[in-house]
């Protein structure tokens, strides 16, 4: 599936399926800072934010020219924060480890940051096999860093 896998610049059309896949039963289960289903408005209006900024990555993930997820990068303080999300039917295939790496080749060198649920043990493989290291942890989250 690797070979297959194309990342591209989301755009305001990708905006349904991204609030679809925002607001996904298992998408909110594994937030740490959306709790609860965001409203269309809001999407829209935090989308339209993400594409006006020149510094940040938002990507859709396609496999044959489908959409199977999203990948972001947003710029932070203490280095850019990495969001990911990969349709569950699309999932154990390698596809996030897949994308995740050629969205890191795209960051430069500052830390990358991810947040993850202290439950989600997929996401806690994925980021320690692509060599983030676990910076905090509390009863929650684990913060992963990677530094190159």
Not at 54 to 73: K, M, N, W, Y
Not at 117 to 132: T, V
Request: hydrophobic share 45%; aromatic share 6%.
């Amino acid at each position: 599936d690797a070979n297959r896998l194309r990342l591209r610049p989301a755009m305001r059309e990708d905006a349904r399926q991204l609030f679809e896949w925002l607001n996904s039963p298992d998408s909110l289960a594994q937030k740490l800072e959306t709790q609860s289903a965001v409203d269309w408005n809001s999407h829209v209006q935090w989308l339209d934010a993400r594409l006006a900024e020149c510094s940040g990555v938002l990507a859709i993930i396609e496999l044959d020219g489908s959409p199977v997820g999203q990948v972001r990068l947003q710029p932070k303080a203490d280095g850019h924060h990495i969001d990911i999300y990969i349709h569950p039917v699309r999932r154990r295939g390698g596809l996030a480890a897949t994308a995740l790496r050629k969205v890191l080749a795209q960051c430069g060198a500052r830390p990358v940051i991810a947040r993850v649920r202290a439950a989600n043990a997929a996401s806690h493989r994925l980021f320690q096999g692509l060599g983030f290291e676990a910076k905090a942890v509390d009863a929650d989250k684990i913060i992963y860093e990677l530094r190159r």
